[in-house]
Nanobody
Framework: QVQLVESGGGVVQAGDSLTLSCAASGRAFSSHSMAWFRQAPGKEREFVAAISFNSANTASAESVKGRFTIARVNAKNTVYLQMNRLKTEDTAVYYC??????????????????WGRGTQVTVSS
């Protein structure tokens, strides 16, 4: 298990871009696949994007395809979520999660055993 801390959230306008960061503690970061999930007020948590330990495999939700990009820099123990062309419906708390199965880029939260506390992203029109 690794400890995760998200940052980079804020209030932006529709059409703007924003980059989220997730800093992981521990030397085992590079042995984990990583993902971003989000939860909007009154809605269920949903998958956003995932990336394998070596960035070879990625996955993203249909709602963010073409707009969001997940990336990682293992030497810095950090995973990023680059969000472009933000929409009001992207407003949510964004959570970083770690999966000990390094090759997976799964959408299923069951496989993620480490979670950050979240960072708020608010998109206004």
């Amino acid at each position: 298990q690794v400890q995760l801390v998200e940052s980079g959230g804020g209030v932006v306008q529709a059409g703007d871009s924003l980059t989220l960061s997730c800093a992981a503690s521990g030397r085992a970061f590079s042995s984990h696949s990583m993902a971003w999930f989000r939860q909007a007020p009154g809605k269920e948590r949903e998958f956003v994007a995932a990336i394998s330990f070596n960035s070879a495999n990625t996955a993203s939700a249909e709602s963010v395809k073409g707009r969001f990009t997940i990336a990682r820099v293992n030497a810095k123990n950090t995973v990023y979520l680059q969000m472009n062309r933000l929409k009001t419906e992207d407003t949510a708390v964004y959570y970083c999660a770690a999966n000990p199965n390094r090759y997976d880029a799964t959408t299923n939260p069951i496989y993620y055993n480490s979670w950050g506390r979240g960072t708020q992203v608010t998109v206004s029109s």
